[in-house]
């Protein structure tokens, strides 16, 4: 049996309004229908999206569970059978010749593990966005060894980044998705595909409608905008942006002062706002940034985090709300690198850990572990696990005294 090239992955979660649309824009591909297949896997049940699901005889796939977008995936990945895998969530459309052209580019470029395209923004009622609200794309296409010191650059100077309607990838790249947990999907799949051999290919062609969805009721509030903009403060930005939340004419304003300071894509820039995510306790689900800008600090982290630099702490903050879950079988260079991240948070002294090496000092250099439960306030079974921790760290060392034993902070 000849298996079909290209497998589209749909995803949906509870919003039905939009997926007709997007499996639509499917059945309007040129590609010969015979060379790529559909699997939609969504947790509900609706007349419209259903019927044109059953007219085309496509998988539907309905799960019960409230599965993350990566497990979803993965049960995509587990149920298609393209040489080829791309991605397509419910808000968003192709245009007619996407699959087309992914098809193509992977005939003719040898070695290709990783395409993605540029799109067109679109509101809630399919109006495409100014392009000028958004960052500057290069207009010619770029293919580079996924190993190209280079590539970076490239994706930060002109955010050549991609959302999972706008990545396709091999077959064996696919495979190393799997077992990742969490929404933030579309890095992890560049992360995968720069640590893996083969060739990387950014297309200014912009083969997808991407939906983006603003708040009306905060479009009306230009003047808080005018006011947030001119502190250029990125706290007082953090601070006040659970209020704004995501929109247009703020992202447009935000990007030009940057523009003009520097460049909106260095790495400072995304550093400094995860300093005041940190400051001010934010996670990922309570800070909703513009989304060009949470998808640059997600790679920056990546790329920077291995550069002993005090900003470390801030990837602790955020690796402990899952950030980077990646799964087992992956490639050996970037296994090394989440080895070596795992080896650092291990070596991290968080503020408990601090707090515990004080106490003792100030009592001398050696106390049990009542006394320092009872100064700390930590509880008995956590108090146990740091201070293993900071024995395997070489900070304190237990020692017997009066017969009981204790801890004394060991001598450097």
């Given at each position: ?135 500057i794309k290069p207009s010619f296409n770029i293919i580079m060894k996924s190993d190209d010191p280079r590539w970076e650059k490239i994706i930060a100077k ?76 990125s706290f007082t930005f953090l601070a006040n942006y659970q209020s704004f ?168």
């Open positions: 049996m000849e298996y079909p090239k290209i497998s589209v992955i749909v995803t949906a979660h509870n919003r039905k309004k939009y997926l007709p649309y997007a499996l639509q824009s499917l059945e309007k591909q040129t590609l010969d229908k015979d060379k790529f297949e559909v699997i939609v896997i969504k947790n509900f049940e609706d007349q419209l999206s259903d019927k044109i699901i059953e007219r085309n005889n496509w998988k539907n796939i309905v799960i019960e569970e409230n599965n993350t977008l990566g497990e979803k995936l993965s049960l995509g990945i587990d149920e298609s059978k393209g040489d080829i895998i791309t991605f397509l969530e419910d808000d968003d459309m192709y245009k007619p010749e996407r699959l087309m052209y992914i098809y193509k580019s992977f005939q003719k470029i040898k070695n290709l593990i990783y395409i993605s395209n540029d799109v067109d923004v679109i509101d809630e009622n399919n109006n495409i966005i100014d392009k000028k609200f958004f960052a002109y955010e050549i980044y991609s959302n999972n309607s706008s990545i396709a990838v091999n077959r064996n790249i696919a495979e190393n998705i799997k077992g990742l947990k969490g929404g933030m999907i579309d890095l992890a799949i560049m992360a995968i595909s720069s640590f893996s051999e083969g060739l990387l290919f950014y297309t200014s062609k912009r083969l997808t409608y991407y939906r983006v969805h603003i708040n009306k009721n905060v479009l009306k509030n230009q003047n808080s905008y005018e006011q947030l903009y001119n502190t250029n403060t939340q995501t929109d247009i004419s703020f992202f447009k304003k935000f990007q030009s002062n940057c523009e003009k300071s520097s460049n909106v894509f260095c790495e400072k820039l995304a550093f400094d706002y995860l300093a005041n995510i940190r400051a001010l306790n934010l996670d990922s689900k309570q800070l909703k940034l513009p989304i060009s800008q949470w998808r640059l600090l997600k790679f920056s982290l990546l790329g920077s985090i291995l550069s002993n630099t005090s900003l470390f702490n801030m990837f602790i903050n955020l690796a402990t709300l899952s950030f980077f879950v990646f799964n087992k079988n992956l490639p050996s260079r970037l296994s090394l690198f989440i080895t070596n991240i795992k080896d650092k948070i291990n070596k991290y002294l968080d503020d408990e850990d601090k707090l515990i090496l004080y106490t003792i000092k100030k009592n001398r250099g050696i106390m049990d572990i009542n006394e320092i439960m009872i100064k700390t306030n930590i509880n008995k079974n956590k108090l146990n696990r740091k201070l293993s921790k900071l024995i395997d760290l070489g900070y304190l060392e237990k020692v017997s005294f009066l017969k009981a034993e204790v801890y004394k902070i060991k001598s450097s």
